[in-house]
């Protein structure tokens, strides 16, 4: 099987108005390439985490007016779903791709995963690629790059997700639009592989 990479008109999607006319270029244009990427990196996945990894893509079905600014596919050993759960992404904005590690809103392991991290930071914290970004709201672009963060900030951050419902953590590597056009399937998985490798020590903290 081919593995598909991403192209301009992928990244024009969220120049499409209208949330029904966004959400069917979404369904006939991206959500392939995701159920194909998906297929190809749930057995390293599973692999890498011991255990069965399911694949899930976003259907943005509670989405009544405004259309997705972002996509994505999210990998996690439930079957059922993978938002209360620490997962991996693979995501598309129109400037960008991103490769998450990802505790959102609804996770249940956020605690113990911020609790573990601030008690091993000087074990584990130097070992994430410093070319990283860290991102603390899925919803909203912004996000920091890891190698801009001092070790207090970062301290801050965990301390509010232990602390705070809302809160989110999702860490991973990012590349930009023009960067990821160039990037043909292969290449992207490889990528993928090397960033959820460097990832998977966090991921291990939640379940301590």
Known sequence: ???????????????????????QALREQIQPKFAAIGQEIQPFLTTLLQEPVYIHIAKHARRT???PD???VAWAPHKRGYKAH???????????????FA?????DKKKTFAR?????????????P????????????????????????VQQILE?????KKAEFLCGAVIPKDEAVHLNGRELVQRMEATYKSLYPLYQLAFM
């Open 130 to 153: 410093r070319h990283f970004y860290l991102s603390l709201d899925h919803t909203r672009p912004e996000m920091t790059a890891i190698r801009d963060l001092s070790t207090e900030a």
């Open 160 to 164: 509010r997700l232990e602390r705070v």
């Open 116 to 128: 573990h991290l601030l008690q091993q930071m000087d074990e584990i914290w130097p070992n994430i």
């Open 103 to 107: 505790l959102i809103y609804e996770c």
């Open 86 to 100: 620490p997962h991996f992404q693979l995501g598309l904005r129109n400037t960008h791709l991103f490769i998450w």
């Open 70 to 72: 972002e996509t994505w």
């Open 65 to 67: 007016v405004h259309p």
């Open 1 to 23: 099987m081919t593995i598909p990479g991403f192209t301009e008109s992928d990244f024009a999607v969220f120049q499409i108005d209208g949330l029904e006319a966004r959400m």
